[in-house]
Every structure is written in C-alpha cells, then in structure tokens.
C-alpha cells in the first residue's frame, strides 16, 4: 500500500492507496512543535483503526508546504516505517511542464493539484484549492502549468476580521438566506460566503478571457 501524504499549513492530510484506489484517508492538525514520535503514534493509531498495519504500508510519497516540518515527517516514515520517502519537489518527474519564472518557486502542492486534476479530468483546467491560502491553477491541455492565482484563504480571511478588530467575533461559514444582514453573524457570513463566490466565478472569468476560451473545466479540493 502507498502512504500518501500532504502536509499543508494547517493540517496534514493522509491518504492510504491500495494500488489506485484510496481505502482511507485522515487529517491531522500541523504543529511544527510536535515530534516525530508523536507524529507517528498519531498515524499508527489512525492506521489500526481501519485495520491497516503499518507494515501494510509498502512505500510513501509527500508534498510540503512547511519546509521546517520535512525533517521531522521523514524521520517519522524512517523509524515507524522503516521506509525513506518520496518528497515532491524539483527534480521529480511528474509529467508536468511548469511554465514559470523560477519553477523552483512552485509550491509541492500545487504540482500535486496540478497534475492530480490533469490526469482525472484532462486539460484545459482550473484547480482551486481552498485552503490557508486560495489557489488557482492553470492547466492546459498539453499537461502545462500556465500559472498560478494565489488569494486569501475564506477561513484565513475570517479570521483576519475576528482577530484584527474589537467588535467582530468568529461565525461559522454558512451561507445565509439573503445577501443583506441584519445581524453581525449574518453581515460578516454574506460578505465571506457571497464575496468568496464572487472572487472565485471573477477570476474563473478573467481566466477564461486571458486563455481565450469559452470553456474551460474547474476543479476543487481544500
């Protein structure tokens, strides 16, 4: 079995592969304070619970957006798997042509997206991953990374208005009935619900006008 692993700002996110099909999946906040050990006992734990052994897992493959936490997963996959991991990044062969300044500055996860999207779905596509931070990725037909859009995160933006002023607390993202509040709760959801989907369906448009195509597929994932 194939231990895939996804470690983003927020959350780590694992997915156990049985050949192509995911048999489980499990998330995980991300501290850069917390061990390898306890990294590991977490996942062992998580692992018996669907009744996956570790030594189940026959190799593995991650993708990083916290370069500070490397050390500490590859050291995990070593001493509790007995396994050396595959880590995304450059010099890996995905099959993606990164058409950038500095491909090098190409986030792991957006080569996962990327190619991820590319080889479900085909090309042209856009894959937005809503995660700490919004991401769009363009993709044509021809497996090649265009470009990328990069906006704040919906919960990175709520939490930027709950913690940077003295009146305005925390609501959970639910999209209310009407575009016009009433209420701060209802206010604050409008502006984040209805102004996410209008940030998104804008530069899906925009996208679209730049690439001088009437359709184009989209993708998300977060």
């Known amino acids: 079995m194939l231990l895939a692993i996804d470690l983003g700002n927020t959350n780590i996110k ?6 192509k099909e995911l048999v489980a999946s499990f998330r995980v906040s991300s501290r850069i304070t917390r061990t390898a050990d306890e990294y590991g006992s977490i996942l062992v734990g998580l ?11 026959d190799g593995i493959i991650f993708s990083s957006v916290i370069p500070a936490l490397n050390y500490t997963i590859c050291h995990m996959c070593e ?8 880590i995304v990044g450059p010099g ?5 042509n990164i058409k950038a300044e500095n491909p090098r500055e190409v986030g792991a996860d957006i080569i996962v997206n990327s190619v991820s999207a590319y080889n479900k779905y085909g090309g042209p596509i856009v894959v937005i991953d809503f ?3 919004t991401t769009f990725d363009v993709v044509s037909d021809k497996c090649e990374l265009i470009g990328v859009v990069i906006a704040p995160g919906i919960k990175t933006a ?11 607390p925390m609501v959970e993202l639910d999209a209310p009935k009407t575009v016009i509040g009433k209420n701060t709760k209802h206010c604050m959801q409008a502006g984040i619900i209805f102004g ?17 195509l009437e359709q184009i597929k989209v993708v998300a994932t977060g």
């Open 47 to 57: 692992l018996a619970d669907r009744g996956i052994n570790k030594s189940d897992i």
């Open 131 to 133: 995660g700490t931070a």
């Open 196 to 212: 996410f989907a209008g940030l998104v369906e804008n530069i899906i448009k925009k996208i679209k006008h730049e690439l001088k």
């Open 14 to 19: 694992y997915g156990v592969f049985d050949k």
């Open 158 to 168: 709520l939490e930027g208005l709950a913690t940077k002023t003295a009146q305005l």
């Open 92 to 96: 890996i062969k995905t099959g993606l």
């Open 79 to 86: 001493f509790f798997f007995g396994i050396t991991p595959i």
